[in-house]
């Protein structure tokens, strides 16, 4: 019998009232699919906070997903975090994606000194009170590491601090995940690596993204989405394509969770999940 696959989604919250709609839209269509969790995730500085938090109570209230919140530390204050977690725990949503966040340009208010990185988040969360923490991991390295070991030293700082899973940043080249594994496994880091998953619509703006993040993106990929900036739909088709194709590469390489970057877009995580073998069970 085939193991079955998981499958998980990530979402931002609307920024005007125009997108609310096309949100939950959105939502709805991947509700039947039972993912794990959705995360719903925090603007740089947690410039949508209030957007998040209202959008994670909502689809607790309104559905029957598992939602998880983001949650950046950077540039907070001790007492900020905790009281966010209080409010997220009173409204029953235990499971949080715990990062560091993007570091702001300026800050000059000392008090906003208190978390400098994600472990110190994960430890307020957890004094506080027994949340699920999920955190991030980098295959091809976080801009600010500077070596692979130091990737991994930081995951196990976070793993001893109460992290459960780890979701990757996303990749293009399927090997960059399987040696991260490896390397992971030979150091006895046993949790749940899921990887990130982003299915690409927009070439142009994904490799800006990737080269930020770090992360390598083909020439035969950059290639397929030549000459479509003006079509879209042919566009999602080489998107379904390739994402299908990369998917189907680390099942056979054993994986059976996947976390999808959606950009707030059902269609194509919907049309890749139902390739892979993940039905509407309705």
Not at 232 to 243: M, Q
Request: glycine share 4%; net charge positive.
């Amino acid at each position: 019998m085939d193991k079955k696959i998981n499958v998980s989604f990530e979402f931002f919250p609307p920024k005007n009232q125009d997108s609310i709609q096309s949100l939950w839209t959105n939502i709805k269509r991947l509700e039947p699919l039972k993912p794990k969790f959705i995360s719903v995730t925090y603007g740089a500085g947690g410039s949508t906070r209030a957007n998040t938090h209202n959008l994670v109570k909502e689809i607790k209230q309104k559905t029957k997903l598992e939602p998880a919140a983001h949650l950046t530390c950077i540039d907070s204050t001790k007492e900020e975090i905790e009281k966010i977690a209080e409010e997220y725990w009173d409204s029953g949503i235990k499971h949080i994606v715990a990062l560091r966040g993007d570091k702001p340009k300026k800050s000059n208010n000392k008090k906003k000194k208190d978390f400098l990185y994600a472990t110190d988040l994960i430890k307020v969360l957890k004094k506080k009170h027994n949340f699920k923490i999920t955190v991030s991991a980098y295959p091809e390295l976080h801009p600010d590491s500077s070596s692979i070991e130091q990737e991994y030293d930081v995951l196990k700082k976070k793993i001893d601090l109460g992290a459960s899973k780890a979701i990757t940043q996303f990749f293009f080249d399927v090997n960059y995940y399987f040696d991260f594994i490896d390397g992971a496994l030979k150091r006895n880091i046993k949790i749940p690596i899921v990887p990130g998953i982003l299915p690409v619509t927009n070439c142009k703006r994904t490799i800006e993204f990737a080269k930020k993040m770090n992360c390598k993106m083909p020439k035969s990929l950059v290639k397929m989405f030549k000459g479509l900036d003006s079509d879209n739909e042919t566009r999602k088709l080489v998107a379904a394509t390739i994402v299908s194709d990369q998917c189907k590469k680390l099942l056979n390489g054993g994986v059976h969770d996947f976390h999808f970057y959606t950009l707030n877009r059902a269609d194509l995580s919907f049309a890749i999940c139902h390739i892979l073998g993940v039905r509407s069970l309705k």
